[in-house]
Structure formats: structure tokens, C-alpha cells
């Protein structure tokens, strides 16, 4: 899962880029309001985190440019206003949920996880597809009731293609989504081949078939069978 984390207060912004981190999610950060409308003028997320006062900008501007250009991304607002109308503003401008600072990290953590399984999940905590059962909340995946080891990069492809079944995704589109901002494509396209190879082979060890095809010249499409 790929995060923004939009916030000018530098210590908080880098305790908040370290647990997620720590829970497994790719995150970018922007500390004022043009490095954020760049970032999310050029790159998809699952998730944004946005700070309402931000030098030269407001993260109320940020949340109308994203619907604007109909991204769906979840949005939590971190503020240290708590005023009702700020909250109120903020969730009729499409905002998913409203965070007052100070704030645990635990709890960002947790509702980030649950927008995000609202949004791309439909609300569930486990997916089955024939003999493949993730767990998301455990982030352990089994096949054949047999549980099969995967890293977090394989774990994070495996739902993409899943959530995404019976679509040609290109290759951009996956780096996008599991990568940073800032790799360079070239590389990470290397990068992509070597986990979606490692995945294939951790599947077929583990009895399934190919469901996963490669759309020669543009890239992957997860069959039903
Ligand atoms: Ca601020």
C-alpha cells in the first residue's frame, strides 16, 4: 500500500514515515503545499495523509484538486484545529476521516488500514480466490490451507493483482502503485520482473495454477480460470 503523508511539521512528519514503515507501507512524504499538488499531480495512492495549515497552501485546496481529478485515494485529515466546522468542511469535501493532533500513531495506522480495506477491499478482512485465502489484516497469505510465505513486495502484488483480477495492469501502473516516488523506472522495472518471477515460482510450488499472465509489451493480467 502506497501512503502520502502531507505535513510541515518535520519531527512529526518523519515519526509518522517510520511506523508506517514499520507496518509495511510505502510512504512518501511532502512538508508544503507545492511539493504536495506535485507529488499528487504525478503519482497515484492508496492513501493521503493531509495537515490543514500548511506554508502557502491549504490542505483543504489539496483534498478539492485530488477530487477534481477524481483520485481514489482514501484522505485523512490530521489537524490541530478542532473545531466542528473544520471536521465538517473537511468530510463534506470528501475527506474519509478526521484526526485531531496530538494523535497515536497506532490509531493513524489502524484507520488507514481500515479506508483502505473499505475503499479497495469492499470492507473485508480476508479475500479468497479459488485455492489462495489473504488474510489483510495478518498480512498472511495460504494456499491449499497451507500457509506460503511471502515478502512484503509479493504479498503487496499478489492483492493488486487480485483486487484487479480479469485487467491488464501495465507495467507503470504496478511500479507506481508498490514503488516510491522517486526510483527510477529502469530499475524498477528489474525489480518488478524479480518479485513477479519469485511470486510465480512461490505459487506453483504451492500447487496453483498460472492465473497470472504477461500481456506481452504492456504487462500483467490476473485470469480467472
Ligand atoms: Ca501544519
Redesign the pocket.
Known amino acids: 500500500m502506497k501512503v502520502l503523508v502531507i505535513?510541515?511539521?518535520l519531527a512529526l512528519l518523519q515519526d509518522i514515515r517510520n511506523y508506517l514503515e514499520g507496518a509495511n507501507m510505502t510512504v512518501e512524504t511532502a512538508s508544503d503545499y507545492q511539493q504536495a499538488l506535485s507529488k499528487i499531480s504525478g503519482f497515484d495512492y492508496d492513501c493521503l495523509v493531509v495537515?490543514?495549515?500548511?506554508p502557502h497552501g491549504s490542505g483543504f485546496d489539496i483534498i478539492h484538486k485530488l477530487k477534481a481529478q477524481e483520485s481514489k485515494a482514501g484522505i485523512i485529515i490530521i489537524s490541530?484545529r478542532h473545531s466542528l466546522d473544520d471536521k465538517i468542511k473537511g468530510l463534506n469535501i470528501g475527506a474519509d476521516d478526521y484526526l485531531v493532533k496530538p494523535f497515536h500513531l497506532s490509531e493513524l495506522n489502524a484507520r488507514i488500514n481500515s479506508i483502505i480495506r473499505r475503499r479497495i477491499l469492499d470492507g473485508n478482512n480476508l479475500t479468497t480466490f479459488h485455492e489462495i485465502r489473504i488474510d489483510h489484516t495478518a498480512q498472511t497469505v495460504t494456499i491449499h490451507d497451507k500457509p506460503v510465505l511471502l515478502t512484503h513486495k509479493e504479498f503487496d502484488l499478489l492483492v493488486y493483482f487480485i483486487s484487479n483480477k480479469n485487467k491488464v495492469l501495465s507495467q507503470l501502473s504496478i511500479v507506481e502503485h508498490l514503488w516510491m516516488d522517486e526510483i527510477e523506472l529502469v530499475d524498477s522495472y528489474a525489480f518488478l520482473y524479480t518479485h513477479i518471477r519469485n511470486l510465480r515460482k512461490k505459487m506453483q510450488d504451492a500447487g496453483c495454477p498460472n492465473y497470472l499472465k504477461s500481456i506481452y509489451g504492456i504487462g500483467y493480467k490476473w485470469e480467472d480460470q
Request: glycine fraction near 0%; proline fraction near 0%.
Open positions: 505535513e510541515d511539521e495537515d490543514i495549515n500548511l490541530a
